[in-house]
């Protein structure tokens, strides 16, 4: 075996392990725009859950308080109904 063969081995290797890495740093950069474009719409949709989570809790507020007004208002009749009976 002469070294002629052994460098020509060497240099497909090396050409090889090159494109590895080309390719391995395309597929690197890729991920990264995924991942921002992910981290772009996560942010968005927080954003909307967020203005909703806001928007119920201020209906639930206003139906808690109509509701305890009803209760109130239907044991205030009912006392006044059974005090004044005749």
């Known amino acids: 075996m002469t070294t002629q063969p052994l460098e020509i081995r060497m240099a ?18 890729r991920l990264t725009t995924l991942d921002q ?7 968005g949709l927080d954003q909307k859950i967020d203005g909703a989570r806001e928007s119920l809790t201020s209906k639930i507020d206003g139906l808690q308080w109509r509701t305890t007004a009803l209760v109130v208002g239907t044991w205030i009749t009912t006392i006044l109904a059974v005090l004044f009976h005749r």
């Open 37 to 43: 474009k992910m981290e772009t719409r996560f942010t």
């Open 12 to 29: 497909h290797l090396e050409g090889g392990y090159e494109q590895i890495d080309r390719r391995l740093g395309a597929v690197e950069s």
